[in-house]
């Protein structure tokens, strides 16, 4: 207490002095006069003066000990507010005081930059900073006053827009801090604002960027998402119908009257397109020359047959663009919900196949999505998934032994390729070997399954199976796009294997593709040593001139001629005449898919030169190969 009052140390100071003056001075004086009245009285005048020069001094010293102190102590506040001020003039935020009365305390300058009122006029007229804010955001603003002044939230914030008086629009945002007494009474309230204009413009402008294309301004792509997502979501389930137009003539624009009338071009479609329809329609451009329409009230497959024609009709007339008159039409595909898709890349996908349907059937025209078309696209996820098979190493080889139809021993295997998918297993080969064909993918995954056999058959004939021969198949599109010659050399010396070990395979649908090149073929590898067979005999051409020119050392007679051999005289009579021409001509028999005693007995009869079958032997991973082959050993 004494500390903090410098006047009550002084006046203390001053009469504890002035106490022990009194109860001392007295005793001392009588006992320095001796008793002499005189000198006693003179002595008490100079007590009294002694006792006004000592207090003179003391209270001199304390009270510029304390001027002092005052002193320094307003130079520090002085400095701090002087920092406090420098702070506040360089600091974009405005920092504000008010009373519990919202009489303002203190409103740092950087208001006058941001509501571009001076300070002089808002202490004259409090409101001003209330009445610059926009009207439709003034319930806003309003909710921020009542949330501070009444609510117990600790801060509040609020983002509102002002208007400044040379008509400039500000974005604001405001945090008030209540300050409460101990009984929770509001005393003041603190606050900061901050002019966020800039950061608002880059955040709609990355919002824009986001969610709209910037060539037409039309909604992109994620926009289409979201809204399909939404609607998607709606509990009611309410149908909706999606539109995919893709611009027919396009790509002749671009390439003849160049990528900036192109682009004109675009923005006068999607012009056109978002004003066709001017209710319950939402128009996107999802790149390039395709566009959307969802249609959120129109589901009727009759109306929507009836919009298709006018955007048909619209698409047909020309388009004036920089004096050119520019004819684009369009493909219309047609997807509702929920029939055709109950997600947003579902309904997209399909609406995007219903639009290729309409170009394969001429353009110029629209189609609606056809359930039946899901198997067209399986094999398209199929064919995309293909192109990372190879690489990701899901494609095997499995092994389909060769046996002799009466002593039942181990001739040799058949490779065949399969595809380890790692989310659907196994996929079966009828799925995937024509897609590979279709897209020449085969080429490529010719040559891996030609070097995965040798490298296998050269492993087994190092463990002591010399005789074992292999079989590989062998595609048209490997005898076009491939020097096949040239390559299974090269295949034979890697693997360090002998050619008549070997086996390729090519069915007679293949061969007869190009028969000159596959008779030259067929000769150099036929010089190599290689063995040549024919797979599927019988259900190609079959012709005994067809046989004469290319001389196959093995006939493969197809699994359907085997079938019935056990319980039909022509089947079996058939299979035998193959057999007996064969022998004739010097060409090695074998029979695809036996699977009962009794048609082994009767190849045997007929005299077959070797089976294969699942009697005998299903197709087997390559692991699996050694054991049989062990067995076929200790059976020897």
């Known amino acids: 207490?004494?500390?903090?009052?410098?006047?009550?140390?002084?006046?203390?100071?001053?009469?504890?002095?002035?106490?022990?003056?009194?109860?001392?001075?007295?005793?001392?004086?009588?006992?320095?006069?001796?008793?002499?009245?005189?000198?006693?009285?003179?002595?008490?005048?100079?007590?009294?003066?002694?006792?006004?020069?000592?207090?003179?001094?003391?209270?001199?010293?304390?009270?510029?000990?304390?001027?002092?102190?005052?002193?320094?102590?307003?130079?520090?506040?002085?400095?701090?507010?002087?920092?406090?001020?420098?702070?506040?003039?360089?600091?974009?935020?405005?920092?504000?005081?008010?009373?519990?009365?919202?009489?303002?305390?203190?409103?740092?300058?950087?208001?006058?930059?941001?509501?571009?009122?001076?300070?002089?006029?808002?202490?004259?007229?409090?409101?001003?900073?209330?009445?610059?804010?926009?009207?439709?955001?003034?319930?806003?603003?309003?909710?921020?006053?009542?949330?501070?002044?009444h609510g117990k939230s600790r801060s509040v914030e609020c983002k509102y827009r002002i208007m400044r008086p040379d008509g400039e629009v500000r974005w604001i945002h405001d945090t008030a801090y209540p300050v409460q007494d101990e009984a929770g009474q509001l005393i003041r309230i603190i606050g900061v604002a901050n002019d966020i204009t800039e950061q608002k413009r880059a955040h709609d402008q990355l919002y824009l960027l986001a969610h709209f294309d910037s060539l037409t301004g039309l909604p992109n792509r994620s926009s289409l998402i979201s809204r399909l997502e939404q609607a998607c979501a709606d509990r009611e389930h309410r149908p909706f119908a999606l539109l995919f137009i893709d611009l027919d003539r396009f790509k002749v624009?671009?390439?003849?009257?160049?990528?900036?009338?192109?682009?004109?071009?675009?923005?006068?479609?999607?012009?056109?397109?978002?004003?066709?329809?001017?209710?319950?329609?939402?128009?996107?451009?999802?790149?390039?020359?395709?566009?959307?329409?969802?249609?959120?009230?129109?589901?009727?497959?009759?109306?929507?047959?009836?919009?298709?024609?006018?955007?048909?009709?619209?698409?047909?007339?020309?388009?004036?663009?920089?004096?050119?008159?520019?004819?684009?039409?369009?493909?219309?595909g047609v997807a509702c919900y929920p029939q055709d898709g109950e997600t947003a890349n579902l309904l997209l996908r399909h609406a995007d196949m219903a639009m290729y349907a309409a170009k394969q059937a001429g353009r110029n025209t629209f189609r609606f999505y056809d359930v039946q078309w899901e198997h067209g696209k399986q094999n398209l996820e199929l064919e995309r998934e293909l192109h990372k098979a190879l690489q990701q190493e899901e494609f095997v080889l499995f092994y389909q032994p060769k046996f002799c139809p009466i002593t039942r021993t181990l001739q040799g295997f058949e490779a065949l390729l399969r595809w380890r998918h790692p989310e659907r297993g196994l996929v079966s080969p009828a799925l995937f070997i024509p897609l590979l064909e279709e897209t020449g993918l085969i080429r490529e995954v010719g040559k891996w399954v030609m070097h995965a056999a040798f490298h296998d058959l050269a492993q087994w004939q190092a463990a002591g199976f010399g005789h074992i021969t292999m079989a590989v198949n062998v595609s048209a599109r490997q005898l076009d796009h491939l020097n096949l010659v040239d390559f299974v050399q090269e295949a034979l010396e890697r693997y360090n294997l002998q050619p008549q070990h070997i086996e390729l395979e090519l069915t007679e649908s293949d061969l007869m593709t190009n028969p000159e090149q596959s008779r030259a073929i067929i000769q150099g590898l036929r010089q190599q040593g290689i063995r040549i067979a024919i797979d599927d005999f019988g259900t190609g051409y079959s012709s005994l001139a067809y046989l004469k020119r290319f001389a196959p050392d093995t006939l493969k007679i197809?699994?359907?001629?085997?079938?019935?051999?056990?319980?039909?005289?022509?089947?079996?009579?058939?299979?035998?005449?193959?057999?007996?021409?064969?022998?004739?001509?010097?060409?090695?028999?074998?029979?695809?898919?036996?699977?009962?005693d009794s048609q082994l007995q009767v190849l045997a009869r007929v005299g077959c030169d070797a089976v294969q079958g699942f009697l005998l032997g299903r197709p087997m991973p390559a692991v699996q190969v050694m054991g049989l082959l062990n067995l076929e050993q200790k059976l020897d």
Not at 41 to 68: C, D, E, N, P, W
Not at 261 to 282: I, K, P
Not at 560 to 566: A, L, M, P
Request: proline content about 3%; charged content about 20%.
């Open 558 to 596: 197809d699994k359907s001629f085997i079938d019935d051999i056990d319980h039909e005289h022509d089947a079996a009579a058939i299979v035998e005449g193959i057999i007996q021409l064969s022998k004739i001509l010097h060409i090695h028999v074998v029979a695809e898919g036996v699977e009962r």
């Open 1 to 149: 207490m004494i500390a903090r009052h410098p006047a009550l140390l002084i006046a203390s100071l001053y009469l504890l002095f002035g106490l022990l003056w009194i109860l001392f001075s007295d005793q001392a004086l009588e006992w320095l006069a001796g008793g002499d009245a005189p000198w006693l009285s003179r002595l008490q005048t100079y007590k009294g003066m002694a006792f006004m020069v000592i207090t003179t001094v003391l209270l001199f010293a304390l009270i510029s000990a304390s001027h002092r102190v005052r002193l320094r102590l307003l130079q520090e506040v002085a400095e701090r507010e002087a920092r406090l001020s420098d702070m506040a003039q360089h600091i974009p935020s405005v920092f504000w005081i008010l009373e519990a009365d919202l009489q303002p305390h203190y409103i740092s300058p950087a208001f006058e930059k941001v509501w571009g009122i001076s300070l002089q006029d808002f202490m004259y007229d409090n409101l001003a900073w209330q009445r610059a804010i926009l009207p439709e955001d003034l319930p806003t603003a309003q909710r921020f006053v009542d949330s501070y002044l």
């Open 253 to 332: 624009i671009n390439d003849t009257l160049g990528p900036q009338m192109a682009d004109h071009c675009l923005r006068r479609v999607a012009s056109l397109l978002e004003h066709a329809f001017l209710h319950d329609t939402f128009t996107a451009r999802l790149g390039g020359d395709e566009f959307a329409l969802m249609f959120t009230e129109q589901t009727n497959r009759e109306h929507l047959a009836m919009t298709c024609h006018q955007l048909l009709a619209l698409l047909s007339h020309p388009l004036e663009v920089d004096g050119h008159e520019v004819y684009v039409g369009g493909s219309i």
